[in-house]
C-alpha cells in the first residue's frame, strides 16, 4: 500500500507526510495569489482540511497529487480573497527559498533578484486573480499549459490568453518610474 493509499485510507500519519511534504508550495502559491501572509496561512488551513475530507475524490489516473492541490488552492484563494490592506512578508520567514522561485520559460533558468522580485510582486498585486493565478502556477510553480488548465479548469485556449494578456499588464506595471508625479 503507497502513502497516497495510506492517506485516501484515512492514515493520519501518511495525511501528515504528504502535508510536509506539500505544506511550502500550497503557502507559496497563496502567497502569490493573495499577496497577504494571513491570508496565505489561512488558506493553507483550509486547503488542507479540504484534501483531508475529500482524499476520496483524489484520482490519480487523472492527474498529479500536485495539480489536485493547485486547484483546490487557487479555488480556495478564490473564495476567500478579501479586499483587506495587503501584508508583505519575505518568503524566507515561511521557510521558501526565493532562489527555488526561477522563472522558468527561460531556455537558461536565472534567479530574480530580491528587488525585481519585490517590482514582480508589486505589479502582480494589480492584477486579479484570474490572471495572477495563471502567472503563479506558469512562472512560480512551472504548470505546463495543460496542468494550469486542469488546476483551474478552463479551456488551454483561455489559459494561453489570460497568461498573454497577464504578461502584458505586468510589462506595463514593471516599466521604470520616470520620477514625475502622476496626475
Not at 122 to 135: C, E, F, W, Y
Request: aromatic share 8%.
Amino acid at each position: 500500500m503507497t502513502d497516497l493509499d495510506k492517506w485516501q485510507s484515512g492514515d493520519t500519519a501518511a495525511f501528515e507526510a504528504l502535508f510536509r511534504q506539500y505544506e511550502k508550495l500550497v503557502f507559496r502559491t497563496a502567497f502569490l495569489i493573495t499577496s497577504s501572509k494571513e491570508a496565505a496561512e489561512d488558506a493553507l488551513q483550509e486547503v488542507f482540511i479540504s484534501v483531508w475530507k475529500s482524499r476520496h475524490t483524489y484520482d490519480s489516473k487523472k492527474g498529479k497529487l500536485s495539480t489536485w492541490l493547485h486547484r483546490i488552492t487557487v479555488n480556495q484563494c478564490s473564495r476567500k480573497q478579501q479586499r483587506k490592506q495587503r501584508v508583505t512578508i519575505s518568503l524566507e520567514e515561511k521557510g521558501v527559498d526565493p532562489s527555488e522561485m526561477k522563472h522558468r520559460a527561460q531556455p537558461e533558468e536565472t534567479t530574480i533578484t530580491k528587488m525585481e522580485y519585490d517590482r514582480l510582486l508589486k505589479a502582480m498585486n494589480t492584477l486579479d486573480i484570474k490572471h495572477r493565478s495563471v502567472l503563479v502556477l506558469r512562472y512560480f510553480n512551472g504548470l505546463s499549459y495543460n496542468e494550469i488548465a486542469e488546476a483551474l479548469e478552463v479551456p488551454l485556449g483561455t489559459v494561453k490568453s489570460r497568461l498573454n494578456q497577464s504578461l502584458k499588464y505586468l510589462k506595463e506595471g514593471m516599466k521604470p518610474e520616470t520620477g514625475e508625479a502622476s496626475a
